[in-house]
């Protein structure tokens, strides 16, 4: 997977930074020329005072480097600096494309889990898809098996459920490898500069850990108001 050159700063300097340079481009329409111009001199000036050039530089390169891949209208890049931070560092530094494909992304795999319409959730898949079973056992699924039977034996009804609920803020991003959600259960990568991202890994095993923590979680959480009664 092709990617931008990873900054070397923390993941919040990273973001006021690029926040800052694209003041200009992202500004509300409310304002004038002039005002948006000052407004965006002052907020520069102040964060790229106590950050050295190279980092400066470092901080543009993920996200301009997607945005002209992509050619995105200034809503949706305003979306990907907001939202640009997650676990793990930054996507579009890790993922190799933006915030607003991966919730784009999202939305159409939570309507289609709810509907369990698996016509479009297998738009949203890279087949083949790699399913791990409950025991670890892996294999590659291919768009005819999943077309028959095999797509209710990767997408349980447990699957489809937790599917509903992936949220942007939950997800977590490695470098090179893409981003996952509860523990690896859901992996999704995208195959080119600033491309959506697809799904690409059922992990039903990650899935049953993730949700045997959470029940230890909860079981902790409520175990001293009833020791209190």
């Not at 111009?37 to 400066?56: F, H, K, N, T």
């Not at 090179?176 to 095993?205: E, H, K, M, Y």
């Amino acid at each position: 997977m092709t990617r931008p050159v990873t900054p070397a700063l923390s993941a919040r300097s990273a973001r006021l930074a690029i926040m800052a340079l694209a003041l200009t481009t992202l500004a509300g329409c409310q304002e004038s020329q002039a005002e948006v111009e000052a407004s965006a001199a002052r907020e520069r000036d102040a964060i790229v005072a106590g950050l050295p050039d190279a980092s400066v530089r470092a901080a543009q390169d993920c996200l301009l480097v997607i945005w002209d891949a992509q050619d995105a209208p200034a809503d949706r890049r305003e979306f990907d600096v907001v939202h640009d931070e997650v676990e793990g560092g930054a996507i579009s530094c890790a993922t190799g494309t933006s915030a607003s494909e991966f919730e784009q992304a999202l939305v159409a795999i939570r309507a289609a889990a709810a509907a369990n319409d698996k016509a479009a959730l297998m738009r949203e898949l890279s087949v083949p898809l790699l399913y791990i079973d409950s025991d670890g056992n892996r294999r590659d699924v291919l768009a005819d098996e999943l077309v028959e039977a095999g797509f209710d034996a990767v997408f349980s009804p447990d699957v489809l459920a937790m599917m509903q609920d992936l949220q942007l803020a939950d997800m977590t991003v490695v470098p090179d490898q893409g981003a996952f959600f509860r523990l690896g259960a859901i992996w999704l990568v995208a195959d080119r500069q600033g491309g959506r991202p697809r799904l690409v890994t059922v992990n039903s095993q990650a899935f049953r850990e993730a949700e045997e923590a959470a029940s230890k979680v909860a079981t902790r959480e409520r175990r001293p108001a009833l020791d209190g009664r």
